[in-house]
């Protein structure tokens, strides 16, 4: 290993010690961790806030917990990581100290929640030059699961309609842009004080689902659903979908999950409309993809406010009100 970047042996971090509420977040001091052969250090500048952070905070759903029982496995959280190369593993030949990276690290250690992370050299993609860490921190996990969830359902489709649920927070508004530049309906459904933004970004219609719960109200109405919180019974989808429809749900409640896995599972045999749940997988060639859609206009990083790490309670309070329109940053600069 090699590192042209620091000689501090420190570093802050916000650390989970047990499952709880983001309220148990504790600032501390902790080690510097070091990159192992095949791993790059990363001085980390900016991560995002997610539903897979808070739910490791949480361990809910409790699938979460089978890595361990009691506490995260990796005591500091944070999958999106953007940064600087700060130290190289010996084995490492991708990336040199001092390259500007992004990434998706829920496949590796996690960390970054603290000031240094690191992770294997291919978990990493190279930031744009004229992106900031900010808005690379917003990009990698809501890039993934907004092309892996089209792809799963083949649902870019010119002419096709199509319905995103929980369209205003990191995913939505890719999956929106992409099937606006694809030529199809678009219809976004989520509390009403996003219903103006996601008008902005192109939506046909807006639903505020306070008022309108749409897999029991519509029927027959969408080619293909994205759901980001599932929450209703799979007949009530499969209803919603026109005849040969496809749905998945990117996340949400555990018995809706559960019964897209048993009840949806049956549905899928007997008839013309799917109902699946992302496989949702990290990697660098789809991180990159969302990098280039990004320098070639057709996705723009949706930044809603960006907190200091001595302010990421609050920065997880805004989120679980769903108070944002895009992503939540966290700026460790």
Not at 294 to 312: A, K
């Amino acid at each position: 290993m090699y590192s042209a970047m620091t000689t501090k042996s420190k570093m802050r971090a916000a650390v989970m010690p047990r499952y709880g509420t983001p309220s148990d977040l504790k600032l501390v001091e902790k080690d510097i961790p070091q990159p192992a052969d095949n791993e790059v250090q990363i001085r980390v500048h900016a991560t995002a806030v997610n539903d897979f952070d808070l739910g490791m905070i949480k361990g809910r759903p409790y699938v979460l917990r089978m890595a361990s029982l009691n506490k995260p496995k990796y005591p500091i959280l944070g999958l999106d990581v953007a940064g600087e190369v700060s130290a190289v593993g010996k084995k490492v030949s991708k990336w040199k100290v001092g390259d500007r990276v992004v990434g998706d690290l829920s496949e590796d250690h996690w960390g970054g929640f603290g000031e240094y992370a690191c992770a294997r050299e291919t978990s990493f993609s190279e930031i744009p030059v004229e992106m900031s860490y900010v808005e690379a921190a917003s990009l990698p996990h809501a890039g993934l699961l907004a092309l892996q969830a089209i792809r799963q359902i083949d649902a870019l489709q010119p002419g096709k309609s199509i319905a995103v649920n929980g369209a205003g927070g990191g995913v939505g508004p890719i999956v929106i842009k992409l099937a606006k530049r694809a030529n199809m309906q678009v219809t976004a459904i989520d509390s009403a004080e996003k219903l103006d933004f996601l008008k902005e970004l192109g939506a046909d219609e807006v639903i505020d689902y306070k008022v309108e719960s749409y897999q029991k109200e519509r029927r027959d109405a969408f080619d293909f659903i994205i759901d980001c919180r599932a929450t209703g019974r799979p007949p009530c989808y499969a209803l919603t979908l026109k005849k040969g429809g496809r749905f998945t749900a990117i996340g949400g409640a555990s018995n809706s999950l559960i019964g897209l896995l048993t009840v949806g599972s049956i549905i899928n045999l007997f008839g013309s409309k799917k109902l699946k749940i992302l496989g949702y997988k990290p990697n660098s060639t789809d991180i990159a993809e969302t990098l280039q859609m990004c320098e070639d206009g057709i996705i723009t990083p949706m930044v809603d406010s960006v907190y200091p790490l001595t302010e990421i309670k609050q920065a997880f309070e805004k989120y679980e009100n769903f108070g944002m329109k895009g992503r939540i940053v966290i700026c460790l600069e």
